[in-house]
């Protein structure tokens, strides 16, 4: 680029960051009483000082001063209300730091091809946690994976500890949570009851920096779990199965280490499948569950569960399906055709409900430290949103996430700390599996 163009795009964007700030500063009115009360009090000085010198002293009087001159002179005090008024809102719209974090950014390089750095527009408290402060970006065009890419560098130069990025309103605004630096989460959460929500589709994982991290399964049916061994996955399987049971949901758990880990008290509660004739059977009667529950909810005129309840006072219960170490059912390295054909049935039944569960409440979770395409088949994988993703090397974060992600942000050391899909870290709830 040459240097004159430079320039010119400097000044553009000089341009652009004060007509930001403007109206930054005039949304801002809304929600502060002392902006309001210094913009009235700034015209109320200027409205009197103007009718006061009108009244006293006129430069018509004065002859020698031309009347071009006296008439520009009555537009003083307009002119000064405007600029005053864009001076206060830019002022009131210009954040704390606002040019230090620019300069920040630009050394880091989070910068777009033209050579511009996000602009600070807005920064304040949530609502909802006090101790979180979001500050709000005009992106200038530099995609979310972008930032994520620059997290630990975007953390240094604020000195603040990034709990999350998202994407604004719009695709050019980017949200920074942040915490003060140094506020770890906690390294052990015990479960408690009252954890547990009202709601008959919602399951709590742990809490993240934010709050409490749940999935809605009415939203986002199935749900993923990878990460390394020991990291957490199947105490965080068992923590929802154990949810979904006191909500009164059916479970059903296909393990085909013959049920060692799951103790006598799931046997009792949960339907265990332990090979693969079994597993089959399970999955043709849920799969035969989804065909019926189409039917009637087509006769109905039900666009879902939730829905069909509500309207005919019935209640069809949820069927949650599980597997932990799915790859021991699923995995066909070193298998006989014949066997091959039969987990190629469990995989085609999973692959239905997969694509069709939600409207009727068949739901998945999965569990595998590396559920990668030779393990769980694309189409599987596709419709398995939710994604959890435990301690973990680049390529396995890569693998579950999409990103590398997890293995910067999950200690190497952790156990129960996950990194969500959507770039939430949390620490997953402990819960003692004789309580159940
Ligand atoms: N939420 C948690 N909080 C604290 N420690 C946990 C948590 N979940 C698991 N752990 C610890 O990690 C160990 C391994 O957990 P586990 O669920 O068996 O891992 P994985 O199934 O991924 O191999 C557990 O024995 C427990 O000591
Ligand atoms: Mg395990």
Same mark, same amino acid.
Request: aromatic share 8%; charged share 25%; proline share 3%.
């Given at each position: 680029?040459?240097?004159?163009?430079? @320039?010119?795009?400097?000044?553009?964007?000089?341009?652009?960051?004060?007509?930001?700030?403007?109206?930054?500063?005039?949304?801002?009115?809304? =929600?502060?009483?002392?902006?309001?009360?210094?913009?009235?009090?700034?015209?109320?000085?200027?409205?009197?000082?103007?009718?006061?010198?009108?009244?006293?002293?006129?430069?018509?009087?004065?002859?020698?001063? !031309?009347?071009?001159?006296?008439?520009?002179?009555?537009?003083?005090?307009?002119?000064?209300?405007?600029?005053?008024?864009?001076?206060?809102?830019?002022?009131?719209?210009?954040?704390?730091?606002?040019?230090?974090?620019? =300069?920040?950014?630009?050394?880091?390089?989070?910068?777009?091809?033209?050579?511009?750095?996000?602009?600070?527009?807005?920064?304040?408290?949530?609502?909802?946690?006090?101790?979180?402060?979001?500050?709000?970006?005009?992106?200038?065009?530099?995609?979310?994976?972008?930032?994520?890419?620059?997290?630990?560098? *975007?953390?240094?130069? /604020?000195?603040?500890?990034?709990?999350?990025?998202?994407?604004?309103?719009?695709?050019?605004?980017?949200?920074?949570?942040?915490?003060?630096?140094?506020?770890?989460?906690?390294?052990?959460? @015990?479960?408690?009851?009252?954890?547990?929500?009202?709601?008959? !589709?919602?399951?709590?994982?742990?809490?993240?920096?934010?709050?409490?991290?749940?999935?809605?399964?009415?939203?986002?049916?199935?749900?993923?779990?990878?990460?390394?061994?020991?990291?957490?996955?199947?105490?965080?399987?068992? /923590?929802?199965?154990?949810?979904?049971?006191?909500?009164? &949901?059916?479970?059903?758990?296909?393990?085909?280490?013959?049920?060692?880990?799951?103790?006598?008290?799931? &046997? @009792?509660?949960?339907?265990?499948? %332990?090979?693969?004739?079994?597993?089959?059977?399970?999955?043709?009667?849920?799969?035969?569950?989804?065909?019926?529950?189409?039917?009637?909810?087509?006769?109905?005129?039900?666009?879902?569960?939730?829905?069909?309840?509500?309207?005919?006072?019935?209640?069809?219960?949820?069927?949650?399906?599980?597997?932990?170490?799915?790859?021991?059912?699923?995995?066909?390295?070193?298998?006989?055709?014949?066997?091959?054909?039969?987990?190629?049935?469990?995989?085609?039944?999973?692959?239905?409900?997969?694509?069709?569960?939600?409207?009727?409440?068949? &739901?998945? *979770?999965?569990?595998?430290?590396?559920?990668?395409? =030779?393990?769980?088949?694309?189409?599987?994988?596709?419709? /398995?949103?939710?994604?959890?993703?435990?301690?973990?090397?680049?390529?396995?974060?890569?693998?579950?996430?999409?990103?590398?992600?997890?293995?910067?942000?999950?200690?190497?050391?952790?156990?129960?700390? %996950?990194?969500?899909?959507?770039?939430?870290?949390?620490?997953?709830?402990?819960?003692?599996?004789?309580?159940?």
């Amino acid at each position: 680029m040459r240097m004159e163009e430079k @320039e010119r795009l400097n000044r553009q964007m000089q341009k652009r960051y004060v007509w930001l700030r403007v109206r930054n500063g005039y949304k801002s009115l809304k =929600n502060s009483k002392p902006k309001r009360f210094v913009l009235a009090t700034f015209y109320t000085v200027v409205l009197l000082a103007w009718i006061f010198n009108k009244n006293r002293f006129s430069l018509k009087d004065v002859d020698f001063i !031309s009347p071009a001159f006296a008439a520009l002179s009555k537009l003083v005090w307009p002119i000064m209300l405007v600029v005053g008024t864009v001076f206060l809102l830019l002022l009131f719209g210009t954040p704390v730091n606002a040019g230090r974090i620019i =300069n920040e950014f630009r050394r880091i390089g989070l910068i777009n091809s033209a050579g511009e750095t996000p602009i600070l527009t807005a920064k304040y408290k949530d609502e909802k946690q006090s101790e979180v402060t979001v500050l709000t970006f005009d992106g200038v065009g530099i995609p979310l994976p972008e930032w994520e890419n620059k997290r630990q560098r *975007i953390e240094a130069a /604020l000195n603040l500890h990034v709990v999350k990025l998202a994407e604004g309103k719009n695709k050019r605004e980017v949200l920074i949570f942040t915490v003060p630096a140094g506020k770890p989460l906690p390294e052990r959460l @015990e479960w408690r009851d009252s954890y547990l929500t009202k709601d008959d !589709s919602t399951l709590v994982l742990g809490q993240s920096l934010l709050g409490v991290v749940g999935v809605d399964l009415a939203k986002i049916p199935h749900i993923l779990l990878g990460g390394s061994t020991g990291s957490g996955k199947s105490m965080l399987l068992k /923590l929802l199965l154990m949810q979904a049971l006191k909500k009164g &949901h059916a479970v059903c758990i296909a393990d085909f280490k013959g049920g060692v880990d799951f103790s006598a008290v799931w &046997h @009792e509660k949960c339907r265990m499948c %332990f090979d693969e004739d079994a597993l089959l059977t399970l999955l043709t009667k849920l799969v035969n569950e989804l065909e019926l529950r189409k039917r009637v909810l087509r006769e109905s005129g039900c666009p879902n569960l939730d829905a069909y309840n509500r309207r005919t006072g019935k209640r069809w219960q949820r069927y949650i399906f599980a597997c932990d170490e799915v790859a021991e059912v699923l995995d066909k390295t070193g298998l006989s055709k014949e066997q091959k054909e039969k987990v190629n049935l469990i995989e085609s039944k999973l692959a239905v409900i997969a694509r069709q569960g939600r409207a009727f409440g068949i &739901h998945l *979770i999965l569990a595998t430290q590396r559920p990668d395409a =030779n393990i769980i088949p694309g189409q599987i994988k596709s419709n /398995l949103d939710f994604r959890v993703c435990g301690r973990a090397d680049t390529v396995l974060s890569q693998i579950i996430l999409d990103s590398t992600a997890a293995a910067e942000q999950i200690p190497k050391d952790a156990a129960g700390r %996950f990194l969500l899909y959507d770039g939430t870290v949390f620490q997953a709830y402990l819960f003692d599996e004789h309580s159940l």
